[in-house]
């Protein structure tokens, strides 16, 4: 509360280490939610920008990092939106890898792994995976952010881990 | 393609899941917020103000356009407002118009 405290008042500097505090935080579940790394980084920056033009409102009821973790995911959930209207599936940015050229698939590591079945994950279940089990927010935080009972977030985290695991079998990586 | 073990390891993977955004993203995020402070601070304000100022002189030129017309007319009606409170439609020179 104290480096908001200073950023209201105009301290720049404060402002910036609320930044390099957070930042990791916010790139692990922009990146996990949309995959695109430059759309990423747009919303990053948004995140930021809205929580510096917000933040004399902030009162602290919230921890910091919910509620920054809270605008990461409905701004995350909204590129989503915007991308299925037109008419882009939510697995676009993964389309640079070809799953049927061998060549290819080989080259494709845990990391991309986990990138290409985040991508056919529903975002209602993506979102879920994604705090508890990428970021590692508790339950009762993850239904903080996302504004839902603490089941839904575990019937969810359930079902989400069906998905991820009937995915990864269609994938053939398991 | 490189195969995971099994659901437990990829769900484990999961948590070591650590993508990042590129370097300079503060710097990124800094200059994004000077850029609209520039803005805001500058060109909206001086536009809001410039946009207040042609109104209220808009407002004020109607008002007393209003009392002219009651001082002049002596009414405040649609006749007296297009000018023509004093004639009745048999006047000469509304005839010659008419004509």
Known sequence: MELVSQSVQGNMTAFRAIIEKYESMIAKIIISMIGNKDDADDIGQEVFIRFYKSMGNFKGEAKLGTYLA??????????????SKRWLTTTSNY?????????????I???????????????????????R??????????????????GTVLSRLARGQKKLKEIITKLDVI | MKKVE????????????????????????LR?????KGVSEDSYPEFLSL???????????????????????????VDALFGVFNYSADNPELAYLNY
């Open chain 1, 70 to 83: 809270r605008t990461a995911i409905n701004l995350s959930l909204n590129e989503i939106k915007k991308r």
């Open chain 1, 95 to 107: 389309n640079d890898y070809d799953l049927s050229s061998d060549e290819e698939a080989n080259t």
């Open chain 1, 109 to 131: 590591d845990t990391k991309n792994i986990i990138n290409l079945s985040l991508a056919k994950l529903e975002p209602e279940f993506r979102s879920v995976i994604v705090l």
């Open chain 1, 133 to 150: 089990h990428i970021q590692g927010f508790s339950t009762k935080e993850t239904a903080e952010i996302l504004h839902i009972p603490q």
């Open chain 2, 6 to 29: 099994n659901i437990d390891q990829f769900m484990k993977s999961l948590s070591n899941h650590n993508p990042s955004f590129e370097d300079g993203f503060a710097d990124r995020v």
């Open chain 2, 32 to 36: 994004e917020i000077e850029t609209e």
């Open chain 2, 51 to 77: 946009f207040r100022w042609i109104a209220l002189s808009g407002v004020a030129a109607i008002i007393i356009l209003l009392f002219t017309v009651y001082f002049t007319e002596g009414a405040m009606d």
